[in-house]
């Protein structure tokens, strides 16, 4: 089975631009969960999808969004870019809904604010 | 709220030494614990979790962790290190909404 692909592994982008960032999960996965990954903030949840749904946020400004599509893959937005939103931003997918599903990763998209 | 913590950054061992990776944690109810690790420019991998049952979990690669309540402890541990090791491993906990948290990771360097 084919892991959890994110596109593009690399983005540079200047301050104030948006971004969007795509995941697919492992088919048949239900669930993606986005997290940023920083040196100084270590790994932050940023929010979770099912069925085309976010169920869960994090705490992070409004200027980060997603959504999910009706085949579970997934983007992730960043409007107005920041210097500090430069970070690793990583995807997960889980099988079924509830606590302690095993969620899978991606490799990443590394985001360069420049 | 659900945290855990790892009380140290950097872990060194000889090749062929057993190793041990810390993690403590706090939670309101059951702990659904996971060990995940990273190499450079790659996501997390899964190693293994505690969901109920036995208290020692064996995971992937020879790893296994031990779970104890009373010290809220769950550590991660493997006989004897390979170089191979040598990476960042981060503990985890899973939140009621599905949403991991975790530790600040520990490096761990394995030294031939």
């Known amino acids: 089975k084919a892991g959890v692909t994110q596109t593009p592994r690399y983005l540079i982008k200047t301050r104030g631009q948006q971004v969007t960032l795509s995941c697919s999960p492992i088919s048949g996965h239900r669930s993606v969960s986005w997290y940023q990954q920083t040196p100084g903030q270590g790994l932050q949840f940023l929010f979770e999808?099912?069925?085309?749904?976010?169920?869960n946020k994090g705490n992070f400004p409004g200027r980060f969004s997603g959504r999910q599509f009706s085949n579970s893959r997934s983007e992730m937005n960043v409007s107005t870019l920041e210097l500090g939103d430069s970070a690793l931003y990583l995807c997960?997918?889980?099988?079924?809904?509830?606590?302690?599903?095993?969620?899978?990763f991606g490799p990443g998209t590394r985001l360069t604010v420049l | 709220a659900q945290s855990v913590a790892q009380p140290e950054d950097q872990v060194n061992v000889a090749e062929g030494n057993p190793l041990t990776v810390k993690c403590t944690y706090s939670v309101s109810g059951n702990p659904y614990l996971f060990w995940y690790v990273q190499y450079p420019n790659r996501g997390l991998q899964f190693l293994l979790k505690y969901i109920t049952g036995d208290n020692l979990v064996k995971g992937s690669y020879g790893f296994e962790a031990e779970f104890n309540k009373s010290q809220t402890s769950f550590h991660l541990k493997k006989p004897s290190a390979l170089v191979s090791d040598s990476a960042l491993y981060f503990c985890?906990?899973?939140?009621?909404?599905?949403?991991?948290?975790f530790g600040a990771g520990t490096r761990l360097t394995v030294k031939p």
């Open positions: 999808y099912f069925s085309e749904t976010q169920r």
């Open positions: 997960a997918s889980s099988l079924e809904t509830g606590v302690a599903d095993t969620q899978y």
């Open positions: 985890a906990v899973s939140g009621a909404n599905n949403d991991m948290r």
